[in-house]
């Protein structure tokens, strides 16, 4: 196939719909280009539930084995169950997913040993290079010298769950009930596993594997996907909901009363509990557009916060210079030290319940601690300049005394009650604002202050 590859090769990954830009014979030319980039000897895949995933998955291994490189399949797999064997086994890795996105997409995200990223920056665009290369020439064959490499299968589940466990310590919890939305994503296949013989009253929704989707999108972070669990915790009188995206690396929370809990609020949680583990000492990462009060919390722990720009390259990247203990996002993406410094919404979750199970209240009492602030959350507006209306933004504001901006992902905008960033989409046509202040009416008028000049 004639395949687009700067549509396909994205920032951190590889991302398109299949078969319209994608197939199994570029998935192999992609398997023997990740052989060659990394220079390993070995591999391990995994793939999730949509239907082009099994296929896609095999057809990269082949490309891979045909290079001399042994392949470890897992299976079927959450992407953080992909990073936990990259990690525990110390192999290059990749895994076979669209996350969040509709049934006709598929993916791969791929990593170094020990679960290092493999970006733009670090290895993405030489794949690209190569297999552009091969998609116009063929690919070369290998060396006459190349011994092919094998094709294996090895179960991580178990292993998995118990290093999760291991992290947290859930067996003296008082008795929870959980609703559980897993989407039809890889959550079905992880979290009775992993949450199998705890305290907990598990209320299961949507574990059936199904890359189609058909209850709602595996998008939490849509509030249009939350509506089915919110209205089962309500109904269940349960403790918490839990939901995951369709790959399962990432969770959101609700609480008792069904509304949801800010990524922020559970960032700030799971630092504290971090430092705690670790002597109240160590730097925690949290991209720009958390919540003030996650840098708050970290200080008041003993830690050290550590900003950084929005994207998981840029998280990753900085827990490695840093040897932070922890990393949060506003998307719900959580990291984590003793996880290789990858992302595992499974083990915030563990935090959460253990958290909320070792004391008497709600879980809206508990967080509210976390939650000191009015937030926007995310909001799109799709613009025909982004350059030129960020410049708007900049000149509304760069001449006032009571403000500081600055850049280091978009353009941020800081006063003593308000703060609020705006950055580009990199991908579509797009402006992003989060504006936070001390109370909803200041929030509010800061918004639709930023929003009218942008959409201005």
């Known amino acids: 196939m004639t395949a687009d590859l700067s549509q396909l090769v ?50 990269f291994a082949r490309g891979a084995a045909a290079r001399g490189v042994d392949v470890t399949e897992i299976g079927l797999c959450s992407t953080d169950q992909l990073y936990y064997a990259s990690g525990a086994l110390g192999l290059p890795g990749a895994m076979f997913t669209a996350s969040h996105n509709p049934a006709r997409y598929n993916g791969i995200k791929m990593c170094r040993a020990g679960a290092a990223p493999v970006g733009q920056d670090t290895g993405l665009t030489e794949i690209r290079e190569l297999v552009e290369t091969w998609t116009d020439e063929g690919a070369p064959p290998p060396s006459p010298d190349t011994v092919p490499g094998t094709i294996g299968r090895r179960d991580t589940l178990e292993d998995y769950a118990a290093h999760l466990r291991g992290l ?91 509304e949801p809990v800010s990524p922020s609020a559970i960032t700030a949680l799971v630092a504290a ?74 083990l915030a979750a563990l935090h959460v319940l253990a958290a909320l199970g070792g004391q008497e209240g709600t879980l809206s009492a508990l967080v509210a601690q976390y939650d000191r602030y009015a937030g926007s959350g995310e909001i799109n507006s799709t613009v025909d300049d982004q350059a030129g209306r960020l410049a708007a933004v900049r000149a509304a504001y760069e001449g006032r005394e009571d403000v500081t901006l600055d850049d280091l992902d978009g353009l941020t905008v800081s006063s003593t009650d308000w703060w609020f960033n705006v950055r580009p989409s990199n991908t579509e046509p797009l402006l992003r604002l989060n504006a936070e202040a001390r109370d909803e009416a200041t929030m509010a008028k800061t918004r639709d202050e930023v929003l009218a000049i942008i959409r201005g």
Request: hydrophobic share 40%; glycine share 12%.
């Open 10 to 59: 994205k920032a951190y990954d590889v991302r398109g719909v299949v078969p319209d830009q994608w197939d199994e014979t570029l998935a192999e030319l992609f398997g023997a280009a990740f052989a060659r980039v990394t220079g390993a000897t070995a591999i391990v895949t995994g793939h999730d539930m949509r239907p082009s995933s099994p296929g896609l998955s095999r057809a």
């Open 168 to 258: 947290v310590d859930l067996t003296s919890i008082r008795p929870l009930k959980v609703v559980v939305d897993a989407g039809n994503g890889m959550g079905g296949h992880t979290v009775p596993t992993v949450l199998a013989g705890l305290p907990l009253a598990l209320v299961p929704m949507y574990f059936e594997l199904d890359g189609t989707f058909p209850n709602h999108e595996a998008n939490p972070l849509d509030p249009a996907n939350l509506v089915d669990l919110q209205r089962r915790v309500r109904e269940e009188g349960a403790d918490l909901g839990l939901a995951f995206d369709g790959d399962a690396d990432r969770c959101f929370v609700v609480d008792e009363r069904g």
């Open 273 to 346: 509990r971090e430092l705690a583990r670790h002597g109240g000492r160590g730097a925690v990462i949290h991209n720009l557009i958390t919540s003030w009060s996650v840098p708050e919390v970290v200080r008041e722990n003993g830690g050290t916060p550590v900003r950084t720009r929005v994207g998981h390259s840029f998280i990753k990247a900085e827990m490695a210079a840093t040897g932070a203990i922890f990393g949060g996002e506003h998307s719900a993406h959580y990291y984590f030290k003793d996880f290789w410094n990858a992302d595992t919404g499974m």
